[in-house]
């Protein structure tokens, strides 16, 4: 394995933690937060926190890794043509975040040469580390994951997801579609941690009509190491513009994907 890879890999579990705890304490303090919305998306929302970690981790890689590039969800993009290049969600699951719910998270992937080779998802109320480098498997703390086996809806849950992005008649079809062929799902907020969740085996699919890089790119490679399937999410620059995630056991990846042609 690629030395510079495993260098990042090493640095960055220690990172995401650090930063988990920062997120940690704004959580246990929400009420002090100033929430703003952000201009053009409903329910769309940001504040100190998602800001303050993302300038803790932009500012701890410029200091260790200061040749890579960069693109975080609340600073942008910045040196994309450099060989590694960091994709950073400061905190995936702002609603939730800051309405005192469960289901958020810190995402952080690399890239090498335009290729994920590390996905890192941190969630600091359940001191859940979930991480893999491209090759090696991927593990939630020390336990390896193994997404599902299912070979039909009917087996388990699937997670949907939705935002304001995408017009909501677009995704009615989705959910009458899974609920017809004997499905159930679940809507967390946070994309990073269902895909997760996927990759543990513990939701048997994920689909979302679309979203953007920094909320998918590890949990998709952690979904990959652990045996399941998903879409090429980078075709057609969605490192920039973000695409459909469509992420499960590989024996309803087909299944989904029918259900995905409703949205097009
Ligand atoms: C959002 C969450 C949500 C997904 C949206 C994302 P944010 O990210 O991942 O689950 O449905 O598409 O924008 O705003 O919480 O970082
Ligand atoms: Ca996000
Ligand atoms: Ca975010």
Not at 184 to 200: D, I, K, Q
Request: hydrophobic share 40%; aromatic share 10%; with cysteine.
């Amino acid at each position: 394995m690629n030395s510079h890879i495993q260098q990042r890999y090493v640095f960055a579990k220690d990172l995401i933690k650090n930063v988990g705890e920062i997120a940690l304490s704004f959580y246990l303090n929400r009420d002090k937060l100033n929430i703003q919305h952000k201009k053009g998306e409903a329910q769309d929302l940001v504040s100190i926190a998602d800001q303050n970690v993302e300038k803790e981790i932009k500012t701890a890689l410029k200091a260790h890794f200061p040749d890579d590039g960069f693109l975080g969800e609340e600073s942008g993009a910045d040196g994309l043509d450099k060989d590694f290049c960091w994709v950073v969600d400061p905190i995936d699951g702002t609603s939730p975040f800051l309405y005192g719910l469960q289901a958020w998270c810190i995402s952080i992937a690399v890239l090498y040469k335009q290729e994920i080779v590390i996905g890192l998802i941190y969630d600091p109320l359940h001191k859940e580390l979930f991480h893999t480098i491209k090759g090696e498997g991927a593990f939630v703390n020390k336990a390896p994951l193994s997404a599902s086996k299912a070979t039909s809806l009917q087996e388990g849950l699937v997670g949907l997801g939705m935002s304001h992005r995408v017009p909501p008649s677009t995704f009615v079809p989705v959910i009458d579609q899974v609920l017809k062929e004997g499905g159930m799902f679940v809507r967390n907020g946070s994309g990073a941690l269902t895909l997760a969740y996927v990759a543990a085996g513990r939701l048997i699919g994920y689909f979302e009509p679309h979203i953007n890089a920094w909320d998918c790119l590890a949990g998709i490679l952690l979904v990959q190491e652990a045996g399941g399937q998903t879409n090429d999410f980078l075709a057609n620059d969605g490192l920039l513009k973000g695409n459909y995630i469509l992420a499960s056991s590989q024996g309803i990846f087909n299944q989904l994907e029918a259900i995905r042609s409703l949205t097009l």
